[in-house]
């Protein structure tokens, strides 16, 4: 595996995973987009299945603690929470650990509702959450077909994170070798 001269890894993966039971008088929300639906996903937070796995896969990447460790259900502060709070944690973990995201690939499984019209919306939300491209952001949507989840939403999530330079040091380098050749 390429390594820094620190010797870490120049990209980690990650992975993660969530599922939740639609129930009744709920907003659905996936991956930050409000979706016209009749149930929503049951959850402490907002449920939001998606943004709970792309939690889940930073933290994984940078072997933080697990979503549930750093938001735990039993804390009412987290009642109804936006997902995205959980994300933002995230992320500032991965960052402050050197690493940025490099692209995510997500699969979610449900059988209502379809994904396709929306998901342009959802890519667009979930990049602008992570600070990426859209064309650095995954998404597919299966049905589950004899699997018995008809009445829950599932997502997985792979991320891949790169190591960010320090643009001061990698600075202050090119002119150290510029001012090293004007000697020579």
Sequence with gaps: MPTTNEQRPTARIGYGFDSHEFRPGIALKIGGVTLPHGKGLG??????VLLHAITDALLGAVA??????L????DPKWKGADSAVFLREALKRVHSAGYGVA?????????????????????????QLLGVPADCVGLKAKTPE?????NAAVAHVVVLLEKRGDSKKARKKTKTKKRAKKTK
Excluded: C, Y
């Design 103 to 127: 692209n995510m690939d997500a699969s979610l499984i449900l059988a209502a509702p379809k994904i396709g019209p929306h998901a342009a919306g959802i890519r667009a939300r979930v990049a």
């Design 43 to 48: 959850g402490h937070s907002d449920g939001d």
């Design 64 to 69: 933080a603690p697990d979503i549930g460790a």
């Design 71 to 74: 938001f735990p259900p039993s």
């Design 146 to 150: 004899g699997l018995n989840l008809d």
